[in-house]
């Protein structure tokens, strides 16, 4: 039982154990950085579970989470409209119509049917408030640390601080989707659900 659990879910399994690994990997060394600063500034270093509550984990960590629910979430509701012939991540063009009149004649609700994007949505919502609240404690902290006054969410959400940390993800998310949906006209990797038969033309369409 216990193995056959193992393997039929061993995909999300490694990608649960790779994200928290990689998650704690950030919330060390961006600990041990984050004290490197305060010693500079003369400030007493911070435990490392104080550390897990500060603007300045929460601020990376939700940075990172808007771009990738972002990515995804467009992703889905791109390919559910636009196509790219040969790719791999692409539906069929020659199918259009038939596509439109199954997306039309769906008999389940609207929710059901756009479920996935609706929760991508919503995760990218809770991240872009979460790299929010966890930029501004951080840039207020900047702020003090040059005698200024604190700055209210409208501000920092108006300013270029955030958006520059936005930005800067967000063309690198779509940099990645576009090149997994050309790159998968033309190469191929044996097994992946990800791409064409090694067998197949460059033409093909769909995986």
Not at 3 to 24: A, Q, Y
């Amino acid at each position: 039982m216990v193995r056959k659990f193992l393997h039929d879910n061993s995909l999300s399994l490694v990608l649960v154990s790779l994200f928290l690994g990689f998650w704690f990997a950030q919330a060390w060394s961006g600990f041990k950085l984050h004290n490197e600063e305060q010693e500079d500034h003369g400030k007493p270093a911070m435990e490392f579970t104080s550390y897990l509550r500060s603007g300045h984990f929460w601020q990376a960590t939700g940075e990172n989470w808007e771009s990738e629910f972002l990515q995804m979430g467009a992703y889905v509701v791109l390919t559910t409209y636009l196509f790219q012939r040969g790719s791999a991540e692409s539906n069929d063009p020659d199918k259009a119509e038939e596509l439109r009149v199954k997306r039309k004649t769906s008999g389940a609700s609207w929710i059901y049917r756009n479920s996935l994007s609706v929760a991508f949505l919503a995760l990218f919502a809770i991240s872009f408030a979460i790299h929010a609240a966890g930029g501004l404690v951080e840039f207020n902290e900047e702020l003090a640390e040059h005698g200024k006054p604190a700055a209210s969410l409208g501000e920092f959400l108006g300013g270029a601080e955030f958006w520059f940390q936005s930005f800067q993800n967000w063309q690198s998310e779509f940099l990645a989707v576009l090149s997994i949906v050309v790159l998968s006209i033309f190469l191929r990797q044996n097994g992946s659900p990800e791409s064409k038969d090694v067998s197949d033309s460059n033409l093909k369409t769909g995986g």
